[in-house]
């Protein structure tokens, strides 16, 4: 795996959401003034505390995605689970390296597309204070993150393989869908382990579950990075 330096950008250009309820000449002056340094990497594992990162990460807001997909698989004692991160979210990836708790917790990161992320390091925190609204939009977004998380888990409480993944796919296209005439079109890489490892089913039941789904136009996969999802079949979640 490769890693680039990339110039440095104007993170609302790439984000313009960041910018939270900013307008007017308040948002203009933060979209000149917000730039921030580049990382891209290609798919496959990351350890994000090599290469060009730094040793020490004070003052850092964390790592924007601007675009790509990967994914956070944390090894607890053993017992596994992960998250589905994409564009707009913000990794701190430094604090998975802490020690002192009871439990051996471990984090590891797979990039499934060419990810780019934006380093809000020191520099770009204190440019950033100038404008509560962004760092109020930057905390809105790890608490997203966290009720994301919170869904996730309460999808493995539930017995069927098919509820599980019906609710993982609407989970997502929440998110990332597209509403259109024929249903939703969810634009994601997803192989069958990534599918497994969101929800906590073995890789065999999820390819059998996703066969029968896709006969009954519930989930169909379109190509290699593009599902279609029936607009009826979210009522039946709750079955």
Known sequence: MTAAAQPVVRVADEDPAVLGSLDGKPAERARQRLVARTLRREPGR???????????????????????LLVRQLNVAGLRCSELLGPGDLLRPWDDDEDGGTLDCQAGWRLLEPTRFALLDESFAAEAARWPALTTELLERSLRRARAQSVLLALGQARRADVRLRTLFWHLADRWGRVTPAGVILPLHLTHTVIA????????????????????????????ASWLLALGSSRELAA
């Open 46 to 68: 990351w350890q994000p505390l090599r290469g060009h990162l730094p040793r020490t990460f004070d003052g850092w807001l964390g790592l924007l995605v601007l675009d790509g």
């Open 197 to 224: 490892e969101l929800t906590g089913l073995r890789r065999p039941s999820v390819s059998l579950s996703l066969r029968e789904l896709e006969r009954s136009g519930d989930i169909v996969r379109l190509e290699k």
